[in-house]
């Protein structure tokens, strides 16, 4: 029986689509909030031509008629946890403008939440930010919240005994069975609820598309990991420039490396015009 982790991009996003109770309860764990209704809205966001890649979410949810929580989840790949979570914010926000919407006096208030499964994250899970208006010094939005949660500290914290319903609902994306997230979810939802989730993400975890496209991701991160391994903080761009040029060696798409790295299209391709 093939196991695909919940941080897998296309498995958070099953998470997200499949159980309205599992959902509305992991939503009320992880933000305190109590939750009336929700309804998923990523496929509502446009997708330009200019740099694709960042105009692209994971999971954009409307709780209770008055919130937009924006939901990115993944293992990162440099020790940039809170940069690439500014970056995520930035981006959502441009979006939103790009919309027409009025950010400075906006319709909803946003959270923007990262599960990252790394170990090193700031200790601080929950920060507020505060948003600058373009070039001035004036902030534009106050109503804006950033939450970093820590997949890997929740997992530990689970494991050394703290059972509370935040922790479990985080460290059901560490999971690396069916059993781990059946015994996760046990007394936290309807029992028929989690045998009817347990039973169609088995199902989804043995579909030869979603099985390939995994296999897919874990070949591009060996590359990384092999890559960045040795890299410390000073020699990031380095490694960075390393990886980029290896992985056009073995004939990635420049779309694919961009989305990897973080680097742009432009950069790219300088890197691999060096000697």
Known sequence: MNFIPLTFDLSAKFFFHSDE??????LESV???KVNEYELLENELPVTNFKEYHMTTDIVLKVNGELIVN???NRTYFKNVL????????KFITIRVSRGEDIKNPK???IQLNLNAESYVNDKAKRVVRLMYEDSNEIFSENVKMIISNIDK???MYYNGDRSDEVAFIALFEADSFEKIDE???GRVPDANRINFIRRYM???EKPEFITAYEKEMGERSVINSMMENATNDGIAQGITQTVKRMLEKNYDIKEISEITGLDFEKIKEIGNQE
Do not use: A, H, Q, R
């Open 21 to 26: 109770v599992i959902v509305k309860k992991f």
């Open 31 to 33: 933000l305190n909030i």
């Open 71 to 73: 939901i990115e989840i």
């Open 83 to 90: 940069n690439k979570s500014l970056g995520y914010l930035g």
């Open 108 to 110: 909803y208030d946003i």
């Open 154 to 156: 929740y997992s530990k």
């Open 184 to 186: 996760m979810l046990k």
């Open 203 to 205: 199902d989804m975890c």
